[in-house]
C-alpha cells in the first residue's frame, strides 16, 4: 500500500467536511460588521476552493473531471442559493473567484505530483 492511498480515506473525509463548512459558512446569514471588501471576498472564495479542489484531487485521485465539474456545481449552488437569503447576495464574480481556486489547486496538485 502506497501512502497516497494509505490516506485516501482521511482525505474523503476532509474533502466532505470542508465542502460541509464551505457551503454553511457562504450560507450563514452575514451580520452588517462582516461585510468585507470586495477584494477579500473573492480571495475567500478563491482560497476555499483551492483547498476544496486539493482535498478533492488528493481524495479521489482518478476522478479529476468529476471533482471539478462537482465543485463548480457546489460554486454555482452557493450563488443561485444566496439569491434566496436576506444577509447575502449573489454575486457571480463569486463562481469566478471559485474556478479560479479550482485551477490553482488543479495546478498545485500536477506541479506537486511531479
Known sequence: MNATSRF????????W???LVV?????????PEQVTVVLSDKLVH?????VLSIFGLKAYP??????????????AGIE?????TS????EWE????????????MGFIRLTRG
Open 8 to 15: 485516501e480515506p482521511q482525505m474523503k473525509r476532509a474533502f
Open 17 to 19: 467536511f470542508t465542502c
Open 23 to 31: 457551503v454553511a459558512g457562504a450560507l450563514s446569514p452575514q451580520g
Open 46 to 50: 478563491a482560497g476555499a476552493f483551492f
Open 62 to 75: 482518478t476522478h479529476t473531471l468529476r471533482i471539478i465539474v462537482l465543485l463548480t456545481c457546489v460554486g
Open 80 to 84: 443561485i442559493a444566496q439569491g434566496f
Open 87 to 90: 444577509t447575502r447576495s449573489q
Open 94 to 105: 463569486d463562481l469566478v473567484a471559485d474556478a479560479l481556486g479550482i485551477g490553482l489547486g
